[in-house]
């Protein structure tokens, strides 16, 4: 086996997923091996929004300025009413009125109403009746009347 039959056999392997190739040729066994090697990805560049989604986007940010976020002035349990068989202070996508009471969160068995601080539309209830709260935590979107 010549040295040119070699250098052949080396560029196979480079131009293919061929990892391993084995040539026995008047007498003479050649056992090339190679590990393979992944090409680098290239970053694709960054997609430029288009006009209708950045129009979404800064929508949908007014919207969430717009909205009032009532937070937990303490660290506690969250409860949506005041016992486990009433119903709760009130359901989302009702009105609520300025003073009206949200939920109770309950730190050292003691029951802390939080009261609304706005005229407006109970949209969403981020926590789960029962699960303890954070101080600041968000505990309900109220969209201003």
């Known amino acids: 086996m010549e040295l040119e039959d070699l250098k052949q056999l080396i560029e196979l392997l ?3 997923d061929i990892t391993e190739i084995q040539v026995e040729k008047e007498g003479t066994k050649v056992k ?6 992944f090409q680098p990805l290239e970053a694709a560049a960054p997609k430029s929004p288009s006009v209708q989604e950045s129009l979404i986007k800064k929508e949908i ?5 717009r909205l009032i976020t009532v937070t937990s002035p303490i660290v506690g349990t969250f409860y949506r009413s005041p016992s486990p068989e009433a119903p709760i202070f009130v359901e989302t ?3 609520v009125k300025k003073g009206q009471v949200l939920c109770i969160i309950e730190a050292m068995k003691l029951m802390n109403e939080i009261e609304s601080e706005v005229d407006g539309i109970l949209l969403k209830a981020l926590v789960e009746n029962g699960q303890p709260v954070e101080y600041g935590e968000p505990l309900f979107l109220i969209e201003p009347l």
């Open 14 to 16: 480079k131009e293919t």
């Open 32 to 37: 090339i091996k190679r590990e393979k090697f």
């Open 61 to 65: 940010e007014d919207e969430m300025q």
């Open 93 to 95: 996508g009702l009105r």
